[in-house]
């Protein structure tokens, strides 16, 4: 079935650091990738997404490619924030059920 | 704009005891979910209802009965909870195909 692996944390940086956080996927056919941020008591936000095979999605001055080749989907940011400080998690659509299923999340705390 | 609502925020029961958490939504999204999250699995789907009148079971529904009251609200309920069931309960909404928007999550222990 599909299933998402992302990279365990906690990831800590420094301001201004660069960000990876690595996700892959299992799927079926050709599934959508997300990008959901949680801050601290807040429940999830989409942070961003693509489609197919090569599109970027960007927002906040995070970006992540899907590459269909390497079945990734890794978050990156040039430079980090203090209030960037909060769970990640890389999550999939599509199949049969069309479901969303979310990676366990990686827990970024940046230090100013 | 409140979006999703979810009641109560922190909950403490005893085991066998039931309760029900409320979630309620005002964006006209005719989708809401159930979804689990715990440490080290990530977020797991509960229960589904794709529109008003029909829900269905999602990854662990075991232990949980869900309703769609009508198109603005979906509650979980518990009729005997055990411990296995402490986690952070969030609800979400979505249309069609939109992104899911989640409430602020309900935090529960058994003890």
């Known amino acids: 079935g599909n299933s998402v692996t992302q990279m365990e944390g906690p990831v800590t940086l420094s301001e201004e650091a660069f960000l990876t956080i690595n996700c892959t996927y299992t799927?079926?056919?050709?599934?959508?990738l997300f990008w959901y941020v949680q801050y601290p008591g807040e429940g999830l936000q989409l942070l961003l997404k693509?489609?197919?095979?090569?599109d970027k999605g960007s927002n906040k001055g995070f970006e992540a490619t899907y590459r269909k080749e390497t079945t990734s989907f890794h978050l990156e940011k040039g430079s980090v924030q203090v209030s960037d400080s909060a769970v990640y998690f890389c999550?999939?659509?599509?199949?049969?059920?069309?479901?969303?299923?979310f990676g366990t999340g990686t827990l970024l705390a940046v230090q100013p | 704009n409140a979006g999703v609502t979810q009641t109560p925020k922190f909950q403490v029961l005893k085991t066998g005891q039931s309760m029900t958490l409320q979630c309620a939504q005002d964006?006209?999204?005719?989708?809401m979910y159930w979804y689990r999250q715990d440490p080290g699995m990530g977020l797991r789907l509960i229960y589904y209802?794709?529109?008003?009148?029909?829900?269905d079971k999602g990854e662990v529904p075991n232990g949980y009965n869900v309703s769609r009251l009508n198109k603005r609200e979906f509650s979980l309920r518990l009729e005997s909870a055990a411990p296995s069931q402490t986690s952070v309960y969030f609800c979400?909404?979505?249309?069609?195909?939109?992104?899911?928007?989640f409430g602020n999550g309900t935090r529960l222990t058994v003890t």
């Open positions: 979400a909404t979505r249309l069609n195909n939109s992104p899911l928007h």
């Open positions: 209802s794709a529109s008003e009148g029909t829900t």
């Open positions: 964006m006209n999204h005719n989708s």
């Open positions: 799927a079926t056919g050709y599934p959508s």
């Open positions: 999550a999939l659509k599509g199949g049969a059920t069309n479901k969303l299923i």
């Open positions: 693509a489609t197919k095979a090569d």
